[in-house]
């Protein structure tokens, strides 16, 4: 098993796709240290375009600014991991060198979830870089912001390796690459949100075990960072609750298996001919 | 396999092997066994079920029935089998932006070998000066090689390939016969597939011929090819006319091929030469070219062309 490990993750080391999804999520990450910047000044008195983080959930939004980046990217790393081996054939090499196919299957897993870490750090790297030196120069006390390690680092690792087992479901059932990309970021983006805003306009069903709704009650902490309100409370307008953390993370670590399971009976029992 | 070396190869066994994709049979009740030392043909036409068989002996395709095992076993379940197995079944399955070694490493991971074993199998077939180069700048013949590689990585004691000569130039093809005969000098199993009789005619040791997913027959090349004994012989004389006039009252069908050749059909050097020899005809050559490999061949496959062949492999 640790050599297919191991090859695995040389072959997701050797796909420049792979590199190009997991350096976005620094810019991305950027991006919403500026958004976190821009919160916190709408909180300051008086207002100000950006400020120092000084609130909790502010603090926590900051150090979290790489949650909405892994949630549109580490998916994408799960697709790519599967959907590559199909879209270039390389998956007759990968079952000659381990014909057990369950043993494939894991080591992706494991392979796909490492690279998601290297993801969340990738995004802490970006806050530490980005966020805490603008933090400073505002004012802020870096140390607050630090404090909140425990709170949110957790989390946002965690909820990345699901995301990204997510994507590698998802792939192993759909195998075509660039239906996979698509319908991951088409879906992350805007589907998932209509069809939840949808439902709970119409039915005032709360459609919280979808992925984003699944993420953003786990990564609770952040998740209130970020706005996706928490405490259950959800969207005051469409009166949404979210599920409890734990509920969250259940439905995130569904979302993961039950594809790969489907994924496993279809895809990867198959004849490759 | 010469006398000195033992034979280290493993027998593969085709026991009632059989596959059906729907309605189309594929494979049918094929049973054969390839022995160690030797370097057997899998011969048949295109879509006459040689990948499909092969594949299925990889653990690539399930058989609706029947089995195929190398040393006695199914391939998946061979502890760590690209040291026992190397395959070279198609040369697309590359990721084009990963360069030679980075593809010949991922095998090598994959199987507990060393980097170092990585440049001596990229060595051994000739792309260590492109070993940095991306995969998807390579020719058809380049990934052929490559492929190669990382068949051979683990010094397997079988070699399985399908189709090898495709896309290789003709000093590739008289390499890959080289190595194949020398592999099988060291007692390994080599079991090739091809459509391309005249090369392997010059390779093999014992021949597999199918089609329609059938074994149609299966033995040493001078057993398969002896069995049709009357063949086209080609002499090269100064008489063309005296030996016309021989032939036609022997009752032989002959061809002029040019002012000094003719093509007598259906004939055997045993009943030719006497009779030349009765009527003292001068000779400057005589080429038996009646009974080669790919006159049993289409015999043996004969009506069965692209629009008879079920889409088997």
């Given at each position: 098993m640790i050599r297919t490990i191991r090859s695995e993750l040389l072959k997701l080391r050797t796909m420049p796709g792979m590199w190009v999804v997991l350096l976005l999520a620094f810019p991305l990450t950027g991006l919403f240290i500026v958004v976190a910047f821009l919160t916190a000044g709408s909180h300051a008195i008086p207002h100000s375009t950006f400020a120092a983080v000084q609130r909790l959930s502010d603090r926590r939004l900051l150090l979290g600014a790489g949650f909405q980046s892994v949630t549109l990217l580490a998916p994408l790393l799960g697709v790519l991991c599967v959907t590559t081996e199909y879209r270039h054939k390389t998956i007759t090499g990968t079952l000659l060198l381990t014909p057990k196919r369950s043993q494939v299957l894991g080591a992706k897993i494991v392979a796909t979830a490492l690279w998601a870490v290297g993801m969340s750090i990738l995004t802490f790297v970006a806050v530490a870089a980005i966020g805490l030196p603008w933090d400073a120069s505002m004012g802020g006390a870096i140390g607050s912001v630090l404090d909140q390690v425990g709170a949110v680092v957790p989390e946002l690792l965690l909820a990345t390796v699901l995301l990204s087992l997510f994507g590698l479901g998802f792939g192993t059932l759909v195998k075509n690459q660039i239906a996979g990309v698509l319908v991951t970021i088409g879906g992350t983006l805007i589907l998932e949100g209509l069809i939840v805003f949808l439902v709970n306009l119409i039915?005032?069903?709360?459609?919280?075990?979808?992925p984003n709704e699944a993420t953003a009650a786990f990564a609770g902490e952040i998740a209130r960072g970020a706005g996706f309100g928490g405490d259950g409370g959800g969207n005051a307008s469409l009166n949404f609750h979210l599920l409890p953390w734990w509920g969250g993370g259940l439905a995130m670590l569904g979302w993961g298996v039950v594809p790969l399971t489907l994924g496993y009976f279809t895809t990867f029992r198959k004849d490759v001919t | 396999m010469t006398a000195e070396t033992p034979p280290r190869g493993l027998p593969i066994e085709f026991k009632g092997l059989t596959k059906h994709f729907g309605l189309i049979k594929?494979?049918?009740?094929m049973t054969l066994t390839v022995s160690p030392g030797k370097v057997t043909g899998f011969l048949g036409p295109n879509g006459s079920g040689k990948t499909t068989s092969l594949r299925m002996l990889l653990g690539l395709v399930s058989p609706t029935s029947g089995s195929a095992t190398i040393g006695g076993q199914l391939y998946h379940d061979l502890p760590n089998p690209s040291l026992q197995v190397g395959a070279v079944l198609?040369?697309?399955?590359?990721?084009?932006?990963?360069k030679a070694r980075a593809h010949v490493q991922t095998i090598a991971r994959g199987c507990g070998k060393s980097d170092k074993d990585v440049d001596a199998a990229l060595e051994l077939v000739g792309l260590s000066g492109d070993a940095k180069r991306t995969v998807g700048g390579f020719s058809l013949g380049m990934r052929q090689r490559l492929e190669l590689a990382g068949a051979l990585i683990g010094d397997p004691a079988v070699l399985i390939l399908d189709e090898?000569?495709?896309?290789?130039?003709p000093q590739g093809i008289a390499w890959l016969r080289d190595f194949m005969r020398f592999l099988a000098g060291e007692g390994k199993t080599v079991l090739v597939s091809s459509h391309l009789l005249s090369e392997m005619a010059q390779t093999i040791d014992e021949v597999v011929i199918v089609s329609q997913g059938q074994l149609r027959a299966q033995g040493t090349l001078d057993s398969i090819t002896g069995n049709l004994t009357a063949g086209t012989i080609r002499v090269r004389t100064p008489e063309t006319d005296r030996m016309k006039a021989v032939l036609t009252e022997a009752g032989l069908t002959f061809t002029s091929l040019a002012s000094d050749q003719i093509a007598i059909q259906q004939v055997t050097p045993e009943q030719l030469g006497p009779l030349v020899a009765r009527h003292q005809i001068v000779l400057y050559e005589m080429v038996h070219?009646?009974?080669?490999l790919e006159s049993v061949f289409l015999s043996l496959t004969?009506?069965?062309g692209f629009g008879d062949q079920a889409a088997a492999s």
């Amino acid at each position: 098993m640790i050599r297919t490990i191991r090859s695995e993750l040389l072959k997701l080391r050797t796909m420049p796709g792979m590199w190009v999804v997991l350096l976005l999520a620094f810019p991305l990450t950027g991006l919403f240290i500026v958004v976190a910047f821009l919160t916190a000044g709408s909180h300051a008195i008086p207002h100000s375009t950006f400020a120092a983080v000084q609130r909790l959930s502010d603090r926590r939004l900051l150090l979290g600014a790489g949650f909405q980046s892994v949630t549109l990217l580490a998916p994408l790393l799960g697709v790519l991991c599967v959907t590559t081996e199909y879209r270039h054939k390389t998956i007759t090499g990968t079952l000659l060198l381990t014909p057990k196919r369950s043993q494939v299957l894991g080591a992706k897993i494991v392979a796909t979830a490492l690279w998601a870490v290297g993801m969340s750090i990738l995004t802490f790297v970006a806050v530490a870089a980005i966020g805490l030196p603008w933090d400073a120069s505002m004012g802020g006390a870096i140390g607050s912001v630090l404090d909140q390690v425990g709170a949110v680092v957790p989390e946002l690792l965690l909820a990345t390796v699901l995301l990204s087992l997510f994507g590698l479901g998802f792939g192993t059932l759909v195998k075509n690459q660039i239906a996979g990309v698509l319908v991951t970021i088409g879906g992350t983006l805007i589907l998932e949100g209509l069809i939840v805003f949808l439902v709970n306009l119409i039915f005032h069903y709360d459609l919280n075990w979808m992925p984003n709704e699944a993420t953003a009650a786990f990564a609770g902490e952040i998740a209130r960072g970020a706005g996706f309100g928490g405490d259950g409370g959800g969207n005051a307008s469409l009166n949404f609750h979210l599920l409890p953390w734990w509920g969250g993370g259940l439905a995130m670590l569904g979302w993961g298996v039950v594809p790969l399971t489907l994924g496993y009976f279809t895809t990867f029992r198959k004849d490759v001919t | 396999m010469t006398a000195e070396t033992p034979p280290r190869g493993l027998p593969i066994e085709f026991k009632g092997l059989t596959k059906h994709f729907g309605l189309i049979k594929a494979v049918e009740n094929m049973t054969l066994t390839v022995s160690p030392g030797k370097v057997t043909g899998f011969l048949g036409p295109n879509g006459s079920g040689k990948t499909t068989s092969l594949r299925m002996l990889l653990g690539l395709v399930s058989p609706t029935s029947g089995s195929a095992t190398i040393g006695g076993q199914l391939y998946h379940d061979l502890p760590n089998p690209s040291l026992q197995v190397g395959a070279v079944l198609e040369a697309t399955s590359f990721h084009p932006s990963r360069k030679a070694r980075a593809h010949v490493q991922t095998i090598a991971r994959g199987c507990g070998k060393s980097d170092k074993d990585v440049d001596a199998a990229l060595e051994l077939v000739g792309l260590s000066g492109d070993a940095k180069r991306t995969v998807g700048g390579f020719s058809l013949g380049m990934r052929q090689r490559l492929e190669l590689a990382g068949a051979l990585i683990g010094d397997p004691a079988v070699l399985i390939l399908d189709e090898p000569s495709n896309g290789l130039d003709p000093q590739g093809i008289a390499w890959l016969r080289d190595f194949m005969r020398f592999l099988a000098g060291e007692g390994k199993t080599v079991l090739v597939s091809s459509h391309l009789l005249s090369e392997m005619a010059q390779t093999i040791d014992e021949v597999v011929i199918v089609s329609q997913g059938q074994l149609r027959a299966q033995g040493t090349l001078d057993s398969i090819t002896g069995n049709l004994t009357a063949g086209t012989i080609r002499v090269r004389t100064p008489e063309t006319d005296r030996m016309k006039a021989v032939l036609t009252e022997a009752g032989l069908t002959f061809t002029s091929l040019a002012s000094d050749q003719i093509a007598i059909q259906q004939v055997t050097p045993e009943q030719l030469g006497p009779l030349v020899a009765r009527h003292q005809i001068v000779l400057y050559e005589m080429v038996h070219e009646g009974t080669d490999l790919e006159s049993v061949f289409l015999s043996l496959t004969e009506g069965m062309g692209f629009g008879d062949q079920a889409a088997a492999s």
